[in-house]
């Protein structure tokens, strides 16, 4: 699956002498040396979709070796004209394929792509699967880790996702499924709340179940079981409604019968650049219209205790499962303080197996110089942020190449947020 593209290792680019046999091999009978070698070559490599069916496909690439920040662009309808002006210049290739090239050895801009759910959308900026492919610009994310997969040292497996979740406004429409996990740990980072949802810029998570209510109960069982008759009692009514039954008395009983539900749980208020640990058997329900990077575990699997709409994953609802499993209390989070010093506070958020996630707060004028042995992904929470001259707009996300230098700078007059997650092991 590599074919010819470990050529183009971070430790051999722009060693125009290391790629130069692609480029002569791939040329039509010309005598060429080293030293006549042009600016702009071309070569090509054989790849497989796994994830659009083993679809097989031939890429072409076209790279500038005079530029440091090795320009390429990557496409799999070549350039027809390159072979009769072999001294076309990169940019006039782009211009005719219409692709904008991609600096292998500067911050990836990552390109986004929305992926519906019943209550809004997920937003993928890494994400390499049936369902959607993530670009950096106009590339598919994937074609660069074939063709550069060295600067990420990932060729053989996928970089960590990142994704924002993005509920709707709507009440209840855009609340998440109330669920817990039993294997699947989840970390969300505030980027936005809706102030048409929630006017005072405060939104809510519900998460655990409430103390208070509890408290009222002779016990654990018996607060449970009756959790339990209250959900089973609304989802009957839900049930109605989803099958098609509707009528203004039966939507104000659901309305009543949810908010039963709802006083078991207790919420967080959540303002942006919020941090939320979701920890294993703690129920939880994002609300609407707070929007929120998501970072988890590999694990898929969920037990849904209710939803205020129809479940379209399955045909029933977890809830006696997932009772018999929670937990009723909430362990305090764990974040840990690395430094706080010219004027960059850096908090740990998390560490999975595969990766970890930092928070940098920013003061104003503050610059953060980012560079690793393995390659990162950051994004912006709050405005104000510049990273290789250009402004990093929130909710904006870039690659990092491993063992290249960038540096972020809060150009503006309040404290700005930044996320930078990178692989473990």
Not at 129 to 138: C, K, Q, T
Request: net charge negative; aromatic share 6%; charged share 25%.
């Amino acid at each position: 699956m590599k074919g010819t593209f470990p050529l183009l290792a971070l430790d051999d680019i722009p060693n125009r002498e290391r790629l130069s046999h692609v480029w002569l091999s791939q040329s039509s009978g010309h005598d060429k040396t080293k030293d006549s070698i042009p600016a702009t070559l071309q070569f090509q490599c054989a790849i497989i979709e796994e994830h659009n069916v083993d679809r097989q496909i031939t890429l072409t690439v076209y790279a500038d070796l005079g530029d440091p920040s090795l320009p390429v662009i990557v496409t799999d309808h070549p350039d027809e004209t390159y072979g009769d002006h072999p001294s076309t210049s990169l940019a006039e290739i782009a211009e005719r394929l219409d692709i904008r090239p991609v600096h292998l050895l500067h911050p990836w801009p990552l390109s986004s792509i929305r992926i519906p759910k019943p209550w809004g959308e997920e937003i993928w900026f890494t994400g390499i699967e049936a369902r959607g492919v993530s670009h950096v610009l106009d590339t598919p994310l994937h074609w660069l880790l074939h063709v550069a997969g060295d600067l990420f040292d990932t060729s053989s497996q996928l970089p960590l996702l990142l994704k924002i979740l993005a509920p709707l406004s709507h009440n209840p429409k855009g609340d998440l499924y109330f669920e817990l996990h039993e294997q699947k740990q989840e970390v969300y980072v505030v980027t936005q709340v809706d102030p048409e949802a929630w006017p005072d810029g405060v939104g809510e998570i519900r998460m655990g179940l409430s103390a208070e209510k509890r408290a009222s109960f002779e016990g654990r069982a018996a607060f449970l079981r009756s959790f339990h008759d209250s959900i089973r009692e609304y989802e009957h009514i839900r049930r109605q409604i989803d099958n098609g039954t509707t009528s203004g008395e039966l939507a104000s009983r659901e309305q009543e019968l949810r908010a039963v539900t709802e006083t078991y749980t207790d919420s967080i208020r959540l303002k942006v650049g919020d941090v939320v640990q979701v920890p294993t058997l703690v129920p939880h329900s994002l609300r609407h219209g707070v929007r929120v990077v998501e970072f988890q575990t590999p694990h898929y699997e969920r037990k849904i205790i209710s939803f205020a709409q129809k479940v379209v994953t399955q045909n029933e609802w977890d809830t006696e499962d997932a009772l018999n499993l929670v937990r009723t209390d909430v362990p305090e989070p764990t974040m840990l303080l690395i430094s706080d010093e010219d004027g960059n506070r850096c908090e740990l958020i998390c560490r999975f197996d595969a990766f970890e996630v930092y928070r940098h707060t920013l003061e104003p004028g503050a610059c953060l110089t980012l560079r690793s042995s393995r390659y990162q992904i950051v994004m912006a929470i709050t405005s104000g942020l510049e990273m290789a001259g250009d402004d990093l707009l929130p909710e904006q996300a870039m690659a990092l190449p491993r063992s290249t230098t960038s540096d972020c700078v809060n150009a503006g007059q309040s404290p700005a947020i930044l996320l930078v997650a990178a692989p473990l092991g």
